[in-house]
């Protein structure tokens, strides 16, 4: 993790993570950002849960491009509030999308279109506050529409069960945006939770997710999506999510919070070792 | 307000469930009324029975075993933009006389006192789904006269608003409260009280709405929740996580 973020991701860069939604989320790359102190990051996703707050609180974000930055089952996300209101650790730039306005971005991405037409978001304030999106007139039905046009991000960050060493990636449970997110970047880190022979992966090619050619770095780690879920591996740790919630109401609370979780920690390994107990109590996780 | 919500989901419907209470609300209908309602959940997942067991996000790997489908979000936010799914539920921070949504900024959205967490799939469901289900809190300061920033479009200023700006279908049909039930003048698209919850009055409904609020000539008090509808919330989440607060 420690080569693929350093050599994929310097600062500046736009990178998409938890493009899944809920699970799958790539808490262990974050976390390698922050040790790493990048800086100036554009992030990019639908919902991030608890993730982009915290790259955001560590001083590593100049710009959002979401749906929703929250803390999806505790409440509002205190980091990004934080940055949005005071300018605290640092002002952000938020670009404000819906989820199928970003899914739809991300897809023309994919698709290496220019836009796509929709008929979301007519009539709500997200399209005066994005100056990204343009209203227009449908040329063949005379329709007012909206043009999502396409993010290309620099980095796309999955999680996945298991990937082979050549980069290809299978996912299990819903997909949410990843598949575009993937598709549309110029680089695609694959953090999988087991390493498969390339056979293994033939046996059901329609659950891979990132296929090799767009594979830049395989990394192999247990847990990396952990508090979120990874489906039939482990199952979400709600307490975790609602413990961040409490502790980062104050700037000093998260500051704890990163050195305890986060820079105290060389990698993920050795959280998943602090965890101790408590990870293997999520480790029976319904299967698909 | 679980219950209601749940009543607003007809049998053999497909709905999007969206998160906190509306997941609750779509357990209490299948078990209930609605056996046959198809539940869609934005990050990509269709099923027809509810979880096993008490979810805290729509991507728990409970709602994901046994699911129908298990896709990507455009596909299903696609099934929306098509008009094939029947209702949709939103909560938010503040809600207007004409059913407009802000679950973004308090303030002026260059300079906000309150940054929200913003529209996640809300603003697709309430441009895209047949009808919205919106529930809130019934605080003065969430039901204004007019938001302060449109996440999730309702009514606009009213009449025939959506077709102006040239959505296709839906709007809000009920506004459900902690207090009371609100639905919408077919004409004009005003909300009004059509009926206060047991222990909650008229009176205490206007008075904690920030806008003149209309009340139905047949206002009522709301049905109470029945054993079923009881049980059914109990048994799902026993210890109160999202019904108790």
New interface residues.
């Given amino acids: 993790m420690r080569d693929a973020i350093a050599r994929f991701v310097p600062d500046g860069s736009s990178v998409a993570l938890g493009c899944?939604?809920?699970?799958a989320i790539p808490f262990s790359a974050g976390h390698e950002l922050i040790r790493q102190r990048r800086r100036d990051l554009t992030l990019i996703g639908?919902?991030s849960?608890i993730l982009f707050d915290q790259l955001i609180g560590a001083g590593c974000v100049a710009k959002v491009v979401?749906?929703?930055?929250?803390n999806?089952?505790a409440g509002?996300?205190h980091c990004?509030?934080r940055a949005?209101?005071q300018g605290i650790p640092r002002r952000i730039e938020?670009v404000?999308?819906?989820?199928?306005?970003i899914?739809?971005a991300l897809?023309a991405g994919a698709l290496g279109a220019p836009y796509i037409p929709?008929?979301?978001?007519?009539?709500?304030?997200?399209c005066h506050?994005n100056p990204t999106l343009r209203e227009a007139t449908d040329p063949f039905s005379g329709?007012?529409?909206v043009l999502v046009p396409a993010i290309r991000p620099n980095v796309t960050i999955v999680v996945a069960q298991r990937a082979d060493a050549d980069g290809n990636a299978q996912l299990?449970?819903?997909?949410?945006?990843?598949?575009?997110a993937a598709l549309a970047a110029n680089r695609v880190i694959v953090v999988a939770d087991e390493l498969v022979d390339g056979d293994v992966i033939g046996e059901d090619p329609n659950a891979t997710l990132v296929p090799a050619p767009k594979a830049s770095a395989v990394v192999i780690e247990t847990g990396a999506a952990h508090p979120?879920?990874l489906?039939?591996r482990y199952?979400?740790d709600?307490e975790f999510?609602h413990e961040y919630h409490r502790g980062t109401r104050a700037m000093q609370g998260f500051d704890a919070w990163l050195s305890e979780w986060v820079t105290g920690v060389p990698d993920r390994a050795a959280y998943i070792a602090k965890l101790g107990a408590r990870w293997t109590s999520l480790r029976d996780?319904?299967?698909? | 307000m679980v219950a209601q919500a749940a009543r607003e989901i007809c049998d053999g419907e497909t709905v999007f469930v969206g998160?906190r209470l509306p997941l609750i609300a779509f357990v209490v209908a299948k078990r209930t009324h609605a056996p046959n309602a198809i539940g869609i959940?934005?990050?990509?997942?269709m099923r027809d029975a509810p979880s096993r067991e008490l979810l805290?996000?729509?991507?728990?790997?409970?709602n994901?075993?046994g699911a129908r489908w298990?896709?990507?979000?455009?596909n299903v936010?696609g099934l929306?933009?098509r008009g094939e799914v029947a209702a949709g539920f939103i909560g938010g921070a503040e809600v207007d006389r004409f059913g407009n949504v802000n679950t973004?900024y308090i303030g002026d959205?260059s300079r906000?006192?309150?940054?929200?967490?913003?529209?996640?799939?809300?603003?697709?469901i309430?441009?895209?789904a047949q009808r919205l289900i919106v529930i809130m809190a019934h605080e003065k300061k969430r039901l204004r006269e007019r938001v302060d920033?449109?996440?999730?479009?309702g009514y606009?200023d009213g009449g025939d608003?959506?077709a102006r700006?040239?959505?296709?279908r839906g709007g809000p049909s009920v506004l459900i409260t902690t207090l009371g039930v609100l639905r919408f003048d077919p004409g004009t698209k005003e909300a009004f009280l059509a009926s206060y919850h047991p222990g909650s009055s008229v009176d205490e409904c206007v008075s904690e709405t920030g806008w003149a609020l209309r009340v139905a000539p047949d206002v009522r008090e709301t049905a109470a929740p029945s054993a079923a509808e009881l049980n059914a919330i109990r048994e799902y989440d026993p210890k109160g996580f999202w019904t108790n607060s």
């Fill in positions: 899944a939604l809920e699970p639908p919902i849960d979401a749906a929703w930055v929250g999806v089952s509002l996300a990004y509030r949005r209101e938020v404000d999308h819906s989820n199928f306005s899914g739809l897809l929709t008929k979301t978001l007519l009539g709500s304030d997200i506050t329709e007012r529409i299990w449970g819903p997909w949410g945006v990843s598949e575009e979120s879920p489906q039939g199952r979400r709600h999510f996780a319904p299967r698909v | 998160m959940f934005e990050l990509g997942v805290y996000t729509m991507g728990d790997p409970p994901v075993a298990c896709t990507r979000t455009v936010m929306l933009q973004s959205p906000p006192t309150v940054k929200l967490p913003g529209s996640g799939g809300g603003a697709d309430a441009c895209l920033y449109v996440t999730s479009p606009g608003w959506r700006v040239g959505l296709p």
